[in-house]
């Protein structure tokens, strides 16, 4: 089955050090894959897309992700976490073929950052 | 631009009564999409638009569940008659053509359902 799975439902971290948010995917095919974030009783905001370029992707407010098509992963990190980065993030993949029917989410990994 | 404008923010309303969420996508998208999100189920779609015709409405859970798009600046999501159950927060989404660009949020409606 096609799926996006986030590995961890927390994540923890103390400010000034470095974040790490896991995903992995299934899919039939090439997928592109996103990371959304989430503040409290906000709306998503993309982070970074994945299309195939480059597999190292960087997005804003410093966050990266590298596409590993041997590991099926695309995990989320930042080397210095900051208080403002609490948020919830969303793994997504369009692993449809690339029809524009919607994209699958992953559960979400809440990010808490501790002082 | 002013992104993907949803309203209301809030809306709290009575069981049996009709809600109407709205949504204006980023001008020049051809892609609308609505989500729900709840704590137990996450984000699911419920239906998506392409150039104002419905293409899949298998994510509506209901008959009570109705989406339109009369033109390509304005959807409907419409709820009648409402549940308790059907409280969660709405999102709609736009995106220029394939989803491979990503889509953008609008901030959505928290609808409650007492």
């Known amino acids: 089955a096609q799926s996006v799975t986030q590995l961890d439902s927390h994540v923890s971290v103390s400010e000034g050090t470095p974040v790490l948010l896991r995903c992995n995917y299934s899919?039939?095919?090439?997928?592109?894959l996103f990371w959304y974030v989430q503040h409290p009783n906000k709306g998503l905001q993309l982070l970074l897309k994945y299309t195939s370029a480059a597999t190292l992707v960087k997005g804003i407010n410093g966050f990266e992700a590298e596409f590993k098509k041997s590991e099926t992963s695309f995990h989320l990190t930042k080397p210095s976490a900051h208080m403002s980065d609490a948020a919830e993030y969303f793994c997504?993949?369009?692993?449809?073929?690339?029809?524009?029917?919607?994209?699958?989410f992953g559960k979400g990994t809440h990010l808490i950052i501790q002082p | 631009d002013a992104g993907v404008i949803q309203s209301p923010r809030h809306e709290v309303t009575e069981m049996g009564q009709e809600v109407t969420l709205r949504c204006k996508p980023i001008s020049g998208h051809n892609s609308l999409f609505w989500y729900r999100q709840t704590m137990m189920r996450g984000l699911e779609l419920l239906i998506y638009f392409n150039n104002n015709v419905p293409i899949d409405d298998s994510g509506m859970p209901e008959d009570r569940f109705s989406a339109k798009m009369p033109n390509a600046s304005f959807s409907t999501l419409k709820i009648q008659p409402s549940e308790p159950r059907d409280s969660a927060v709405y999102f709609c989404?736009?995106?220029?053509?394939?989803?491979?660009?990503?889509?953008?949020f609008g901030s959505g409606t928290r609808l409650t359902v007492v």
């Open positions: 997504v993949a369009d692993i449809s073929g690339g029809g524009a029917d919607g994209l699958t």
């Open positions: 989404a736009s995106s220029q053509g394939r989803s491979v660009y990503g889509y953008t």
């Open positions: 899919s039939s095919y090439s997928p592109s």
